[in-house]
């Protein structure tokens, strides 16, 4: 079984550190508080007092830190020791700052591999759980099988170390959205004295709706075709006046919409209001002008 290093125990990093205790690998941890280890050390973990020893202890270093410049920071003390070892960030941060970190950790001899977990630690270790990885081929290839016991569903989005970076951005744009607009209803739900919980199958239901509209929202954007209006940008745009409705009845505050709104009316300002609302697409690649 590959020995394992994590650095990094906050609740993400500590499930990481888990699932490597859990299926037999020799796991070493480290954190700057070093209290948050006591309960994987009592799992079976090895605990490390400085970074150094942390980094090699492992040919595979795991990072689960908030962002790329954390993880810089923490491995500094230890660069020397990251030559020959893989080095794999499971952090948030911009594409930039995985070409930024995987040059730093190439200048220092590792071989690096950015990745994302796109779920919540509890999820970490089942066998749909989503990881995507970008970077080093040979160290996917390597610990790939160490890499899964995180999560069944591993992907190699290519070589470039910013890929993953990239794709976490972009799909997770859609969490906040998605997430306010449930808060938004249960705000309103309450204010007709009625539990939210009677909604949440309902919102589950067009969520799976929303889902299986994905696909066909991609081909059309992918072909830059939106003709097939089944929800046109105009009728969105009808629909922001309900919004407003919904405000006034309930006194729920729906002011986050607006900028939502204003994207709406400039793609039928832009001659896309017949178009299917994919089209929106078109806008947000030439954001509005700031005053």
């Not at 745009?237 to 919004?243: I, T």
Request: charged fraction near 20%; hydrophobic fraction near 45%.
């Amino acid at each position: 079984m590959t020995p394992v290093t994590v650095i990094g125990l906050g609740s993400m990093g500590t499930a990481l550190a888990e699932a490597f205790v859990k299926a037999g690998h020799p796991t070493t941890v480290w954190n700057r508080t070093a209290a948050r280890a006591a309960p994987l050390i009592a799992m079976g973990a090895r605990h490390a007092e400085a970074i150094e020893g942390a980094v090699t202890a492992s040919p595979l270093v795991i990072t689960c830190l908030t962002a790329f410049d954390d993880t810089r920071l923490a491995l500094r003390p230890a660069a020397a020791s990251l030559h020959g070892r893989a080095l794999v960030t499971l952090n948030s941060g911009s594409p930039a700052g995985a070409r930024e970190t995987a040059a730093w950790a190439i200048d220092h001899g590792a071989r690096f591999l950015a990745g994302a977990v796109k779920n919540v630690p509890s999820a970490v270790g089942a066998p749909d759980t989503l990881l995507y990885y970008s970077g080093d081929k040979t160290v996917f290839e390597e610990f790939g099988t160490t890499l899964r016991v995180l999560g069944g569903d591993t992907v190699h989005l290519g070589d470039e170390a910013d890929l993953a970076a990239l794709y976490e951005m972009a799909v997770g744009a859609m969490l906040l959205p998605a997430l306010v607009g449930f808060f938004q209803g249960a705000a309103a739900v309450q204010a007709r004295g009625l539990e939210v919980s009677t909604m949440a199958r309902f919102s589950g239901k067009w969520l799976d709706m929303i889902k299986s509209l994905l696909p066909v929202y991609a081909k059309e954007i992918d072909s830059g075709d939106y003709t097939d209006a089944v929800s046109s940008v105009n009728l969105f745009l009808a629909g922001a006046a309900h919004d407003d409705d919904l405000a006034r009845e309930t006194n729920v505050d729906t002011a986050w919409l607006a900028p939502l709104h204003d994207l709406v009316r400039r793609a039928v300002e832009a001659g896309y209001g017949d178009q299917n609302i994919s089209a929106l697409t078109e806008v947000l690649r030439e954001p509005a002008r700031q005053p």
